[in-house]
């Protein structure tokens, strides 16, 4: 307890007992950011670890983008909504997503959610108004903002929260979104995580502009650039931008960070980018950034950073056993929920793939045909 919570107990001030002074509030929050931005780190170290090993089959981690994608999303109510870019997985589970459903979507098991239908690392959480990843880029932002104006419509209080990365803004979604969004005046704002690259295209060769912030003028929005390697920059630009959203003002921050691995597990970045300015970024790494404001301020002891990361590794490893167990998604899925029962033609088209997956081995017991 701080010191002005521990005078005011000693006053006889009840509301002390339920309102965190607020050094004490502070303080909290930081220390549940330092655990969600680990809990990234941890959880695509794991991921990608399984993908080395042939245990999962693709994985786009967000290794130092941390503070950027857990800063941001910490403004959010649990009623708003995220619409997802790339990377924005670990910011959903801090929002809600089950640690259990993101690593059985990640295997495409039966706990999948999406039944194994999308490629594994693209995530969805109706629990926590988490619309599902595509792959294809940009079209998010027009659904987002879609889905603000709906919710302007019937008068319901709701932001979406709509993420892309660099390359996204040279995407049709991009300028469709943003000016109807704008014209519109719907509850959204735009998050554009700037990480340097979309895949071998680096961030200076995307847009002749000095920042992606200077396109929201063209929109007729207000838009900045943060340090998006500052989780509490990134945190108190959302926050902003939250606020303006409620009073109907879509806005775009951008954070300004960099993607510390290869695009996705498929990629060599060694073949398009120099060491040098890994280098220069890992120098400013947001969660070692981060430890050390911590330390600095008192906040945390030397060996806090190895003890939530000893919990969160115990933990991710346990659900990772547990869903490595759990049973396939049954091929019969394959053909069902288009039509309230399965028609002739495609019971005849399974039966015929099912006699040649049988063959191969890569049928189980249950995936068996159709009756005709
Ligand atoms: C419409 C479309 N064009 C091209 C691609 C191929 N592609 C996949 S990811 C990507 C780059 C995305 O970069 P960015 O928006 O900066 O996101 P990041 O991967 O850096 O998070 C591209 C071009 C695609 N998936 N969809
Ligand atoms: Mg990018």
Known sequence: MSSTARKADAQGDSRSAQVP???????????????????????????????????????????????????????????????????????????????????????????????????????QHKGSNYPSWSSVIGTQIPHGVGAAFAAKQRGVDEVHAIYFG??????????????????????????????????????????????????????????????????LATLAAAREAHALALGGQPSLIVLKTYRMLGHSSSDDPTKYRDDAEVAAWAAKDPLDRFEALLLSQGAIEKNERARVEGEL??????????????????????????YADVPLHLRRQYNRFIAVAERLGHATPGDGAFPL
């Open 21 to 123: 002074a607020r050094g004490e509030f502070q303080r909290e929050e930081s220390l549940a950011l330092f655990r969600h931005m680990l809990r990234v780190r941890v959880l695509d170290e794991r991921m990608l670890k399984l993908q080395r090993a042939g245990r999962v089959g693709f994985v786009g981690t967000a290794k130092g983008l941390e503070a950027a994608l857990i800063g941001s999303a910490y403004a959010l109510r649990p009623h708003d909504w995220l619409w997802s870019g790339l990377r924005e997985g670990g910011a959903a589970v801090m929002r809600g997503l089950p640690l259990s459903e993101y690593i059985a979507q990640m295997y495409c098991n039966s706990n999948d959610t999406a039944k194994g239908r999308q490629m594994c690392n693209h995530f």
């Open 166 to 231: 660099d390359g996204a803004t040279s995407s049709n979604g991009f300028h469709s979104g943003m000016n109807l969004a704008a014209v519109w005046k719907v509850p959204c704002y735009f998050v554009c995580v700037d990480n340097g690259w979309a895949i071998s295209v680096c961030s200076a060769k995307q847009t002749a502009a000095k920042s992606f912030a200077d396109k929201a003028v063209a929109y007729g929005m207000p838009g900045r650039e943060v340090d998006g390697n500052d989780v």
């Open 313 to 338: 590794t115990a933990e991710i490893d346990t659900e990772i056993h547990v869903q490595e167990a759990a049973p396939k998604m049954a091929l019969k899925t394959l053909v069902e929920d288009v």
